[in-house]
């Protein structure tokens, strides 16, 4: 099973840029997924991408802002966040697509990383 690890997190004033990793142990086909978690609330999806890269999809909380890309030759996913708000603050966590009817629902997806803490001060 191919195993996935998020870095790039860390702490960045509002208005800032981060660029978050996913890296995998592993060739796959399969749709990568991003979602956050802030405290207290429920895991909340925010971008995915096809294994050739050439569907995205976002949240409409973060269209325009994020970015999400892949290198295949890497198995490497990517989410470049730009003009980030203190609502963007959470753990952000990468995941492996199953298939099903929504996209943007978490239990669709399995294969979590431990995530990677982005908090963005105001």
């Known amino acids: 099973q191919v195993q996935l690890v998020e870095s790039g997190g860390g702490l960045v004033q509002a208005g800032g840029s981060l660029r978050l990793s996913c890296s995998a142990s592993?060739?796959?086909?399969?749709?990568y997924g991003w979602f956050r978690q802030a405290p207290g609330k429920e895991r909340e999806f925010v971008a995915a991408i096809s294994w050739s890269g050439g569907s995205t999809d976002y949240a409409d909380s973060v269209k325009g802002r994020f970015t999400i890309s892949r290198d295949s030759a890497k198995n490497t996913v990517y989410l470049q966040m730009n003009s980030l708000k203190p609502e963007d603050t959470g753990v952000y966590y990468c995941a492996l697509r199953r298939g099903g009817l929504s996209i943007s629902n978490y239990e669709e997806y399995d294969s979590w990383g431990q995530g990677t803490q982005v908090t963005v001060s105001s």
């Open positions: 592993g060739r796959t086909f399969r749709r």
